[in-house]
């Protein structure tokens, strides 16, 4: 479902509606705070929000029963989605940022929302395999060192005899 934009009007009288959800003419002139507007004024409206697929329409009689489509929930998300793509770069960090600096969000605020619970585990942590060090420090390695020692011995007895 695409939402359209709606005027300051459009959005007065939508913020009534979603309060009524399922409503009449007449209980949208019992319920708007005074100054009331002129019936003609309401009918308007009215027709234009179910152009725009804000409402809709069931005759009942000689009288319509207009019905929310567009849930108040939906609308906020729209309206944070264009608010983001049009001034923040489509980037909730600049959001939070521009909220933070404007004192409108305080790090209190969102200490219990972003409060995450770690939880660390041990993990099995196999021994190191010295491969190098094994060839460096291994016994036969010595037992090399030292048999060329020997022959180094047996050379100069030989060169002695």
Known sequence: MKINHLTAAEENFMK????LNSF?????MEQHPEPKPHQNTVSTYLKILVEKGYLSTVKEGRI???????????????LLKELSHHFFNDSGKEILEFLMNEKLI???DLKGYFDLKI?????????????????????KKEKKTK????????KKKKKKI
């Open 16 to 19: 009534l509606f979603w309060k």
């Open 24 to 28: 009449y003419l007449k209980d949208v």
């Open 64 to 78: 319509f029963k207009y019905s929310v489509l567009v849930p108040f929930e939906e609308y906020k998300k729209f």
């Open 106 to 108: 305080s790090q209190n």
């Open 119 to 139: 939880e660390i585990k041990p993990t099995k942590i196999e021994e190191p395999k010295f491969e190098f060090a094994d060839e460096i420090l291994s016994p």
């Open 147 to 154: 048999v060329k020692v020997k022959d180094k011995d047996k």
